[in-house]
């Protein structure tokens, strides 16, 4: 009999999914497949194995495979073909793994993104993006044991339970055991073991007798159904702000919520969020901090029921798998909420994706590899779906506001806050001018002093800000100006724990702080400046009876850490909350009527070209924080520089001024959006290597790039961890083709490290890095 041929032409006009299609490509491929590239959680691209006995692979299997002389890994299947690799010897898989491929096609489309567009190998993000547990490794195959998921016992009514008359003897003469065969036979014949209520002699009399039979069965998802019976009611703006989203994504499928802050853009993401899963689509929210997804879970929750999963990073790695293992075998219509690494859980349906607070500078991942953008993946993902996305913001990125000017995004504007809240008044106070005429205390000025007396006595409650944590950001003798320094890295170290401690931000190298000055031995060292433990200390001592909290990253050092420090400002256990960034995303707390900024220049001054647009960010967020309910708060700004024009357009909260004046310094000088950067950072620890390779390679980029390239130069953390550094930037006009730019980094960078010896210097390159 001739054999059929199926081209892809035909298998597409036999599809009615691009997904099905994808099944269907994939299973008549692997059936005349020899070969499989198989990605490893290794800074690897993808290598070569034979299929061998193996049956039944499809491209996003994993797979067992020998790595090396001895080592096992985890794998996945990238691509089945029939040919073999040139040149090596060619292992053979050891077995597939599960029963259902990890990921489906569109996953491994996005993988590949990933690697290609951040410049990092497959197996780098393979590493990243699967929970531990589900990519076990060993040193070899015996050692191997491969993930298993959790089982429960079943029990099953077998053909020989009593029924009619025979079961009404059983309910007079043993009634729990006949309760027990009523409550399988309204289940449908079988019940999980932990459903039954039946104690363990009773399932055992009926399984010596042959009446039910007991097996082992891979456990259930437990998503519960989605019910959306709770929805807030929007005011006329947010009604008009959800309708005219709905109209932009007639032609976008991208739309960005500028709303200010306490304008309920929450709210406005419910609804749309109802209408996604009511068409029985999957939603991914995706929040910048893992600490904020605790609340907007628990919020979410009231609305959607107990379908709404959280997944971050911080989770036990058990607890991640289980999530995504469930999101598998579960039908669509799921509702994730999590930090970035939540992109890369497995979505049947994808409906719509909504990226909260997409300027926030931590959706970047800088370490380790890939270094890509969440808000930036998000919206690639989306596309690869064919779902919508909203981009929301009270400050919205200035490359996402241009995108909008350009029309590639729509846009939509909610520029009053919800309910009766009004925005805060915004006062400039002049610390130079404060400190000479007598007019400041400690860290604070008078007119913050007084502000925060009022707010005691009527028992509201103050948010300080200080974007630095620790007690002192160093300390220096007044005789010879010595100060300590890190032996590891260049930076000083900070002080921290009362004064009592020297501790490295960087690799957390810890000394105690000298009694006497170790270069002259002839003072006490003294701290310089303030970090939020020096606020917090002076702060409870000029207003004794208040109540003081702090929350940073020394305080916050878990889940349940952050939880109590902010249900209990909340519950008004605290009067004053000290804190760094952290206290300005996405917190709402009613009884805050005043806001203090207690020095703004350390955000204006920043060594950074973005430092304008992140001063403006930080200080209109931290200034929503406040007068979210009845009443209108204050926000008072301490700074050496009051008329500095971003401050002017902050008071007015004037994005489009501030926008307009920063995109026009970005032209001028050439940052994005209308360029893209790539860093290369070189990292040695040899200086005079380190110094060969960046000169060879800045060489040989300058040839291709000629004026484009920037450096190599010493950055002002030249040392971190023992190694050096250098660095080179690399500016690629948005009109130039930016994969054509990275594939001639790619070449340049591959040919210098064929070189053995210039091979140990590490090169790493950081796309659109933040």
Known sequence: MKRRRFSAKRIRFFANSSYLYELLKSFLTQTMSAFADIILPLAQPAYTFAIGATEGLCVGDAVAVQFGRQAVYTGIVQRLHDTPPTSGRVKSIIARLYHRPLLSPTQIRFWEWIADYYMCTIGEVMRMALPSTIKPHARNASEFEPYTPRHERILSLSATAPDGEALERMRRRAPRRAALIDALRQAGGELPRSAANADAAVIATLVKSGEIVTFE??????????????????????????????????????????????????????????????????????????????????????????????????????????????????????????????????????GLVVVDEEHDSSYKQSEPAPRYNGRDAAVMLAAMHGAKSILGSATPALETYANTLSGKYGYVSLSERYGEATPPQIIISDTIRAAKRGERKSHFNTILLNKIEERLERGEQVMLFQNRRGYSPYVECPECGWTARCPHCNVTLSQHAGGASLRCHYCGYTTPTPTRCPGCQRAEVRPMGFGTERVEEEISRLFPSARVVRLDSDTATSDAAYERIISGFARHEADILVGTRIIAKGLDFERVTLIGILNADNLLNAPDFRAGERAWQTIVQMAGRCGRRDGRGEVIIQSADPCHSLLAIASENLYEKMATTLLAERQRFSYPPYTRLIRITLRDTDTQRLATVASSLGSALRERFASRVFGPVTPLLDRMRGEYIVEIMLKIEVEASFARAKQILRECIDALQREPELRKTTIICDVDFV
């Open 217 to 350: 069965r891979e456990c259930e998802p437990s998503f519960a159904p989605i019910q959306s019976t709770l929805l807030p009611t929007l005011s006329a703006a947010q009604t008009e702000a959800l309708e005219q989203i709905e109209k932009h994504f007639s032609h976008h499928n991208i739309v960005v919520l500028h709303g200010v802050t306490g304008s309920g853009k929450t709210e406005i993401y419910a609804h749309r969020i109802a209408e996604t899963l009511a068409r029985g689509e999957d939603v991914l929210y995706l929040v910048p901090e893992i600490s904020l997804t605790q609340q907007l879970v628990a919020r979410m929750r009231r609305m959607f029921g107990d379908r709404v999963t959280s997944y971050h990073s911080k989770l036990t790695p058990q607890r991640r798998t289980r999530i995504y293992t469930d999101l598998l075998r579960a039908p669509s219509g799921n509702f994730v909420i999590g930090a970035r690494s939540a992109l890369f859980l497995p979505f049947a349906r994808l």
